[in-house]
C-alpha cells in the first residue's frame, strides 16, 4: 500500500481493479462460451454427456472470473506497489488490510456463497440428469420413466422394444477379464462383443461381472459403472446422436486391464432393429447354451453348481463342454 500521506492522490485501485476484472472477465466468458463451450468432451451424443459439458461449462464460467482476479491482483500489485515504486524497504501488509473489516467479510460471504451455490448446482444436476450416467446400483434411486418396468419384463422374458416405442431398451454390460460383452433381453438375449444402441432411445445399462471388479466406461456416451460379481449395477443414458463411441475398463483388473476395450455404435432405431433382429437369428444357436438371463451370473466352469451352463444335471461337465460333443439342440 502506498503511504498514509500520499493516499490522497492514489488513483481509486478498487475501482480500476474491479472495472478490468469485470471487462476482462465477461469477454473471456462469453468468447468461451459461444466458441469453446460446445466442443468441450464428451460430447453431446447422450442427455448426460450433454449435462456433463453443459455442467463442465458452467463451472468454468464461475470459475474463470475467480482466476482473473487473482491472476489480476498478483499484476497490479507487482506494477504498483513493488517496494522501489512504495519507497519502502519491503512489502508487509499494513493495518488497513488486516483491519478491513469489509474486505474480510465479503471474502468470506462470498467464498461461502459460491460454494453452497455450486453443491446445489451439482446435486440438481445428478437428480435430473437420473443419476448422471453414474452407477446407482441395483436399486436406483433416479428412474427414466418406464425404466422399472421394462427392467422386470426383461427379466421375466417378456421385454419388448420396437423403433417409435419410446420404450426404455435394457442392455447387460458383462465385464470378464478382459472383455465386455452385451446382452439384449429384449431380443432373446443374444450376446454381442458389440455395444449397438438406437438413437433418442433411454438405454438401462445394467452393469455386472463375471470374475473381479472391473468398470464399464463409454466415455462418449458418458456413462461410467463399476463392474462387480455378483452386482447389478444399473446406470440410464439417452441417446441423442448417431456417431462411434469407445468402452474402456476404469478399473484395474488383472495384466490385460490397459487392452480391456472395445467400441460401439449409436444407430438410427431402423438400423438397431434390423441389426438386432438379424443378430438375434444368427445368434439363436449359441444364446440356447448360454445361462437364461438374470442380473448376475455364476462363473461355473464345469456346471456342477448349475450356475453356468444349462446342462441341468450334475455331471462334471455340461454337453456343450465336452469336445466334439453336439451343441444342444441340434
Ligand atoms: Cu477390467
Not at 448426460?48 to 463451472?59: G, H, I, R, S
Not at 422394444?161 to 454390460?173: C, F, H, K, R, T
Not at 468398470?215 to 456416451?221: D, K, N, V
Amino acid at each position: 500500500m502506498a503511504s498514509e500521506n500520499s493516499s490522497n492522490n492514489d488513483p481509486n485501485h478498487l475501482q480500476r481493479i474491479t472495472l478490468i476484472w469485470i471487462v476482462v472477465s465477461v469477454i473471456g466468458d462469453v468468447l468461451y462460451w459461444f466458441l469453446v463451450g460446445p466442443h468441450v468432451p464428451p460430447g453431446r451424443m447422450t442427455t448426460t454427456a450433454k449435462d456433463n459439458q453443459e455442467a463442465f461449462n458452467v463451472l468454468f464460467l464461475i470459475a474463470f472470473p475467480v482466476l482473473v482476479a487473482i491472476w489480476e491482483y498478483m499484476l497490479y500489485a507487482a506494477i504498483n506497489w513493488r517496494s522501489k515504486k512504495a519507497g519502502v524497504p519491503e512489502s508487509v501488509g499494513g493495518p488497513k488490510a488486516a483491519e478491513n473489516r469489509k474486505l474480510q467479510t465479503s471474502w468470506i460471504v462470498i467464498t461461502t456463497v459460491v460454494v453452497l451455490l455450486l453443491a446445489a448446482y451439482g446435486t440438481v444436476e445428478v437428480v435430473v440428469g437420473k443419476g448422471s450416467g453414474g452407477g446407482e446400483g441395483p436399486n436406483p434411486i433416479w428412474n427414466p420413466s418406464g425404466a422399472i418396468k421394462a427392467e422386470t419384463a426383461a427379466l421375466a422374458g417378456t421385454a419388448t422394444w420396437s423403433p417409435n416405442s419410446n420404450a426404455v431398451l435394457p442392455v447387460q454390460v458383462i465385464a470378464q477379464q478382459w472383455k465386455f460383452t452385451y446382452r439384449y433381453p429384449t431380443f432373446g438375449g443374444f450376446e454381442s462383443p458389440y455395444l449397438i444402441l438406437p438413437v433418442n432411445t433411454d438405454i438401462a445399462f445394467n452393469v455386472t461381472s463375471l470374475d473381479v471388479i472391473h468398470s464399464f466406461w463409454a466415455y462418449q456416451l458418458e456413462v461410467k459403472a463399476d463392474a462387480n460379481p455378483q452386482q447389478n449395477n444399473v446406470a440410464y443414458t439417452k441417446t441423442l446422436q448417431l456417431g462411434s463411441f469407445v468402452v474402456r475398463c476404469s478399473e484395474l483388473c488383472g495384466i490385460w486391464h490397459g487392452a480391456m476395450f472395445n467400441s460401439g455404435n449409436v444407430v438410427s432405431q431402423a438400423t438397431f432393429m434390423a441389426w438386432a433382429t438379424k443378430t438375434e437369428a444368427a445368434n439363436a444357436q449359441n444364446t440356447k447354451v448360454l445361462p437364461p438371463f438374470a442380473w448376475t451370473y455364476t462363473p461355473d466352469a464345469n456346471g456342477a453348481a448349475g450356475g453356468y451352463y444349462i446342462d441341468g444335471t450334475v455331471t462334471p461337465y455340461s454337453p456343450s463342454e465336452i469336445y466334439g460333443s453336439k451343441q444342444p439342440g441340434s
